[in-house]
């Protein structure tokens, strides 16, 4: 059973930034594509992006291009969301994803693309 632990979420003021990380474990993470989503107070889960297994293939959504980054460390079992230049909009509880996957370019975007979720971690962007 994989299980994904979220960490580093806060209060940050407008324009801060915070990197979230997400360590999994349970399985070999080099077999995972990953993503992170995010979902507001009365808002769907929604994505931020995505990763594939071989770390180059990315996806992000178009509200998060340019002030998100993700990256994932093999040797750590972690993945990373850097964001950047927050938003009041960005208040979320963020979650990570994962689905093994054969596919080493794959980057899933679909909430029923992914097996395994984590706990999620708040993230609050106020003055």
């Known amino acids: 059973q994989v299980q994904l632990v979220e960490s580093g979420g806060g209060l940050v003021q407008p324009g801060g930034s915070l990197r979230l990380s997400c360590a999994a474990s349970?399985?070999?993470?080099?077999?995972?594509?990953m993503g992170w989503f995010r979902q507001a107070p009365g808002k769907e889960r929604s994505l931020v992006g995505s990763?594939?297994?071989?770390?180059?293939?990315?996806h992000y959504t178009d509200s998060a291009k340019g002030r998100v980054s993700i990256s994932r460390d093999d040797a750590k079992s972690t993945v990373y969301l850097q964001m950047q230049d927050l938003k009041l909009e960005d208040t979320a509880v963020y979650y990570c994803?994962?689905?093994?996957?054969?596919?080493?370019?794959?980057?899933?975007?679909?909430?029923?693309?992914?097996?395994?979720w984590g706990q999620g971690t708040q993230v609050t962007v106020s003055s």
């Open positions: 349970g399985t070999s993470f080099t077999s995972l594509a």
């Open positions: 990763i594939a297994r071989n770390g180059y293939h990315l």
């Open positions: 994803a994962a689905v093994v996957t054969g596919s080493y370019i794959n980057t899933p975007q679909r909430l029923d693309e992914y097996t395994y």
